[in-house]
């Protein structure tokens, strides 16, 4: 009785929010302003995406709270982690919104906000992962901390790349959340979570509301933060392997920007126009096109999981699979 009233709930909130969009973003106005070469968009868009997205967030936990649902929600310890993380990641994107930071600084401010939170909350630390192919755990000893650091600012920087066209990030997570309910990681909470992204996709798609870095970098705290507490108290979680492969391409890429952009000479962080949906817009000039494409793409590695394949052989042929769509569509612009 108590999720039907949640459901009812927030569908009948974000209803609220999709029917009044136009008052509220003049109420609360901060806008994604077009600037040439990166930001191709021809008006001000609004930004409050991602502010959206963490209203429901702060909501679903008090709810949640207040109905005592022990068993549909993290720990009480965990609680605080996801909140806190997520909204200092939150605020680091929408600073870089309106300010426009600087790549270096902006991923300093990413890793200080982990190590706030790490130090305060230590439950959020992991001891030691396992690969689903070797029969080994392998501890991190006191290298964990490092490890979770680069793995958040990889994450972020991962997903707010992926953001470059409209409903693509907005996809790519309802996709992984998806992944969380089917695997019973709290099933309701991740569905409240959809609802909200799914009345966020139509005015994303209606080019009225952007998620920006502020709702990029929230949504990778909340992915990051929901593997490392299915991986230390679920029986059934996905392998330390199995986590990059749900997360691959978006990784690939990154990684591909990264060595290009080293390569010559510039700063890896810094944003350019050569990302995977990029390339295919130049080659099929429709959006919608681009984005269904991308996005099969990127989903293709998690679907392989489910048909039990060694996760080695997914990356090979992903890697390939990748790769032959970058050169094949760079070589017919």
């Known amino acids: 009785m108590e999720n039907i009233f949640l459901i009812i709930f927030f569908f009948l909130l974000n209803l609220l929010i999709f029917l009044n969009f136009s008052k509220i973003e003049k109420i609360i106005n901060i806008s994604d302003k077009p600037s040439g070469k990166l930001k191709k968009h021809k008006k001000p868009v609004s930004l409050l995406g991602g502010l959206i997205l963490l209203l429901n967030f702060y909501l679903i936990f008090i709810f949640f709270n207040f109905l005592n649902f022990e068993d549909s929600l993290f720990n009480k310890k965990f609680i605080y982690i996801i909140i806190i993380l997520s909204s200092l990641f939150y605020i680091i994107g929408l600073i870089d919104d309106l300010k426009n930071l600087t790549p270096n600084f902006k991923l300093l401010l990413i890793c200080f906000s ?12 992991l001891k030691y992962i396992r690969l689903s ?26 997903l707010n790349m992926f953001d470059g066209i409209n409903l693509q990030l907005i996809f790519f997570s309802i996709f ?9 990681f709290y099933p309701i909470f991740f569905s409240l979570i959809i609802m909200c992204l799914i009345f966020l996709g139509i005015l994303n798609f209606q080019n009225k509301v952007f998620l920006g870095d ?12 929901t593997f490392i507490y299915q991986y230390k108290y679920f029986e059934n979680f996905f392998y330390g392997d199995e986590v990059f492969i749900i997360l691959l391409i978006p990784a690939i890429d990154m990684f591909r920007l990264f060595l290009v952009r080293s390569i010559n000479g510039k700063n890896p962080f810094k944003g350019d126009l050569n990302h995977l949906h990029h390339i295919l817009n130049n080659h099929f000039r429709n959006t919608n096109l681009t984005v269904f494409f991308t996005i099969l793409i990127s989903v293709i590695p998690s679907g392989l999981l489910f048909f039990k394949i060694a996760t080695y052989y997914i990356l090979i042929i992903s890697i390939i699979v990748y790769s032959a769509v970058i050169t094949y569509f760079k070589k017919n612009l």
């Open 114 to 125: 982990f190590v706030i939170v790490a130090y305060f909350f230590p439950d959020i630390n």
């Open 133 to 158: 192919f070797l029969n080994k755990v392998y501890y991190f000893n006191n290298f964990s901390f490092i490890f979770l650091i680069l793995s958040f600012a990889l994450l972020s920087n991962a």
């Open 176 to 184: 992984i959340f998806t992944i969380f309910i089917l695997k019973g």
């Open 214 to 225: 502020g709702g990029s970098y929230l949504i990778s705290s909340i992915i990051g933060c």
